[in-house]
């Protein structure tokens, strides 16, 4: 791409298939909205300016777009009367602009960067506009891409306009489309609104520009890159193929997936060599893990990072915040938010860590609760290097417990412990000899003298 890049991103449709308060673009695929992935993408190839175009009184949509690409400006569709009015929304930034334009939609999250690096490469080939096509399985409603003899295109027909030969083309419309002109919005302006919907058409300017004496140009795609999301069965679908893809990729790079259908990645999601991921296992955002590290079945991580070589699982839960140091062991029924753990650090059975840090080498005996919570704030339990927590100890923070220290099982710790020191919190432990078999003797005459 030798010239700057305008992307134009359409989110102002309100998506009411989905059924759902939640404007359509912010519906999350691995667990980032429609419109972020677009965005994602449209950075990723270089772009030097964003506008995204929104309907009116979505606010949401907005703040979404800001944040994800704090650059971007917003532009709003007051009425919704078409693609191309869609686009002339962001008038002013492409007043402004000398370059190309570039314009996708934020219902369609799984173009890849290669496909656009494509459609733009062929600007520098001569084409002053190029859109993205696919082979449809069912043409059905989809506009039809008709071209000539020389593969160039011709022009785009919306399926209610086309003719019966045209309705039979199976090389439809993408929607996405990249312009190479030197006065945008002379084409733009053009377009009418003849036709059975009596809305302004984007593809439209594919005749345009031709009748300019301009090349129009199609790149063609999967026609799974361009499914675009209207529907929920739909948004189920899009994040069945962007597992697909991600899983693919993670193998590809070096990580074992022992059943890779049932793992399910986030869009940040980062997985060092020789990685292995057990069955049955969700990585929400903000998981980092590194070399060699094991994720055993029906664990879930989220805004985590994972050491060399370390253990997590089977059926851990690990939330953000949670950082494990090489070696580290979180075992069975184990969870841990917002607290490190050193190298060799081991916490294997039935606890809970929250809020706090274990030193390296440290132990955590089963059913270890750090009491992080006293209903109003939370505190910090901090266990040092090589300390040992018996098994069914509460450590009520905010408390410390010294390196080396030893705390007795069942206790409730309430004090900081010294280094190398031993704690114990128990009440006295009271036998009663015989009690038992007088008791059972008991118990034994009483039912036998009801049932007479």
Not at 85 to 94: C, K, M, N, Q
Request: net charge neutral; with cysteine; proline share 3%.
């Amino acid at each position: 791409m030798s010239r700057p890049l305008l992307t134009v991103i359409l989110a102002a449709g309100k998506g009411t298939r989905m059924r759902s308060e939640l404007p359509k673009v912010l519906h999350r695929i691995a667990g980032r909205s429609m419109l972020g992935h677009v965005l994602a993408l449209a950075q990723g190839v270089g772009g030097d300016r964003l506008a995204v175009v929104v309907g009116p009184g979505m606010e949401a949509v907005r703040a979404e777009a800001l944040a994800a690409a704090p650059q971007a400006t917003v532009f709003v569709q007051e009425n919704q009367r078409g693609t191309a009015d869609a686009v002339l929304a962001a008038r002013e930034a492409i007043a402004g602009h000398a370059g190309d334009l570039f314009v996708l939609f934020a219902d369609t999250p799984l173009i890849t960067p290669e496909t656009v690096r494509k459609l733009l490469g062929e600007l520098d080939r001569g084409a002053a506009l190029a859109v993205l096509g696919f082979e449809a399985r069912d043409p059905g409603s989809y506009g039809r891409l008709l071209t000539a003899a020389d593969g160039t295109l011709e022009a785009i027909r919306e399926a209610k306009d086309a003719s019966e030969a045209e309705r039979a083309v199976r090389l439809c419309n993408s929607g996405v489309m990249a312009f190479r002109l030197d006065a945008p919005l002379d084409v733009l302006d053009r377009i009418g609104n003849d036709n059975a919907k009596g809305e302004f058409y984007l593809t439209d300017a594919v005749a345009l520009v031709r009748a300019g004496g301009g090349r129009a140009a199609v790149v063609l795609c999967d026609e799974d890159e361009v499914l675009g999301v209207n529907a929920r069965g739909e948004l189920a679908q899009a994040e069945a193929l962007w597992q697909r893809r991600a899983r693919a990729r993670a193998m590809a790079e070096g990580v074992t997936l022992i059943a890779p259908e049932t793992v399910w990645l986030a869009f940040d999601t980062v997985l060092g060599r020789d990685v292995v991921i057990e069955p049955n296992v969700f990585f929400g955002p903000g998981v980092r893990v590194d070399d060699g590290a094991e994720i055993k079945a029906n664990s879930h991580l989220e805004g985590a990072h994972v050491g060399a070589g370390a253990r997590v699982g089977p059926f851990a839960r690990l939330r953000p915040g949670a950082v494990l140091g090489r070696d580290v062991h979180i075992g069975n029924f184990v969870e841990v938010k917002n607290v490190a753990l050193g190298d060799g650090a081991k916490a294997n059975h039935l606890s809970y860590l929250g809020d706090g840090s274990v030193g390296s080498n440290a132990n955590i005996g089963a059913g270890t609760i750090f009491c992080n919570y006293d209903g109003f704030f939370k505190h910090r339990t901090e266990v040092g290097a090589g300390a040992f927590v018996g098994s069914n100890s509460a450590l009520v923070a905010p408390v410390k417990i010294g390196d080396g220290a030893y705390i007795g099982s069942g206790s409730v710790i309430t004090k900081d412990v010294a280094a190398d020191s031993l704690a114990l919190e128990r009440s006295a432990q009271d036998e009663r000899p015989g009690w038992a078999l007088k008791f059972r003797t008991m118990m034994a005459r009483r039912k036998a003298a009801k049932g007479k």
